[in-house]
Every structure is written in C-alpha cells, then in structure tokens.
C-alpha cells in the first residue's frame, strides 16, 4: 500500500505564480480532503470530495483557490495568483467509505516569496 | 463558533514515564473521535479512536478516555518512549447533515527526554 501520495513534496515561488498541488488518494478511498497547516491557524479544512464531488468548499479561502477532482484517483490544489500569505503545508487525506479515519499524505510544503 | 481546544501546547515527560495530553471539545453533537500524532516533516498519523457512545477505548500502550459531561478527551501513552515524541492533535468528527468531517485541535507538542 503506497498510502497518499503529494506532489511536490517542497515548491517555492514567487508572488503572482500559479501553483498547482497535486495528489493520488489510496485506491478504493472514496473522499479526499484538502487541509492546509500553519503555525497560526494550525490544520484548516479547506475542502473535501466525496465520489469525485465536492461536497463542502466552506474552507477554501478566496476565490484564488481551486480544487478539482476529475477521476478517483487523482485531485490538484490550484492556487492562482499565489501570495506569501499563502506559505503553508498543504497536506492531502483519503477516506474509505464508512470509515471516519483519514489517512494523510506527507504534505507539500509551499514558500511564496 | 465550536472549536476543538488543547489545554497544553507543549508537555514534556521523561522516557518511561506515562503521559497524558488532554483536549477539550464544545459540540455535543461531535460522534467520534480520533487522536492522531504528527511528527516533524510528515502527515499526522492515525493512533486511537473511540466513538460518542464509549468512554474508554484500549490500544497498544495508548488509551483515550472520553468525557461527554465534561466534553473532555485524553490521550494517555504508557511508558513513554523517545518515539513518541511528536505533536499529537485530537479531532472531532460532525455529520453536517450532507457530510461527515473531521476538526482539530491546534495540538499538543510531546517532548520525551531521558
């Protein structure tokens, strides 16, 4: 079992760059999350997929971000334009059905400068 | 709004020692609950869970006893090893009626020194 799998694992850019994230849930799982992490807010819900779909984008921050789903096995985290605000661990979970457990995936680290 | 809410931010225990992290939660209508552990440079890890309907739960050297009078959670590791260093963060689960998520606490920093 190769567990969540994110992609890149480190991305720095500059203010103004689009920056697409990217993750593989494990197979079989059908709802997929998006979290970011900072040490100020600590692990934010930004969205999540249930079958491909999305079912609450409440914590998605501003219309700078975009998430996608379009097959269940692949999702991307779309951030257009980037701000340094948006420095962050962006980690990426998976859920099989009936389950309340969510496996994580090691995170991308993003630096806007 | 309802948060989920850690008393401590940093405990530090000595190696063989038993710990115990706390978490306090406010919405009663929470079902469940997960303790999960996060080390440096990774994504949190599942440890424990226990349902709304339970208040004790046992797993290999960790056990989390739930209060609902109280709404209080804690997570408790027997002989703490210099492993188990890491930042540990319990989690609510909600039906909002169309879905089921999870909320987490802002975590509780384990440092095991010898």
């Known amino acids: 079992d190769a567990g969540v799998i994110q992609s890149p694992r480190h991305e720095v850019t500059e203010m103004g760059q689009e920056v697409t994230l990217r993750c593989k849930p494990i197979?079989?799982?059908?709802?997929l999350f998006w979290y970011r992490q900072t040490m100020m807010r600590g692990l934010e819900l930004l969205i999540y997929f249930n079958n491909n779909v999305p079912i609450d984008d409440s914590g998605m921050p501003e219309d700078r971000f975009s998430a996608k789903m379009p097959n269940a096995s692949f999702s991307t985290l779309k951030i257009q334009p980037s701000e340094p605000r948006d420095s962050a661990v962006y980690f990426c979970a998976s859920r099989p059905e009936g389950s309340y457990e969510q496996y994580f995936g090691p995170g991308t680290r993003l630096t806007v400068t | 709004g309802e948060n989920v809410g850690l008393h401590l931010p940093t405990l530090s225990v000595q190696e063989g020692d038993n710990s115990i992290i706390n978490c306090a939660y406010s919405n009663s209508a929470s079902d469940y609950f997960i303790w999960y552990k996060q080390e440096s440079g990774k994504g949190p890890q599942f440890i424990i869970d226990i349902r709304s309907n339970m208040d004790k739960r046992q797993g290999q050297r960790v056990t989390v006893l739930l209060n609902k009078t109280v709404k209080h959670l804690s997570l408790q590791i027997a002989a703490t090893q210099p492993g188990d260093s890491a930042v540990y963060f319990c989690?609510?689960?909600?039906?909002?009626?169309?879905?089921?998520?999870?909320?987490f606490g802002t975590g509780t920093r384990l440092q095991v020194t010898l």
């Open positions: 989690a609510e689960n909600i039906w909002t009626g169309t879905a089921s998520k999870l909320t």
């Open positions: 197979s079989g799982h059908n709802s």
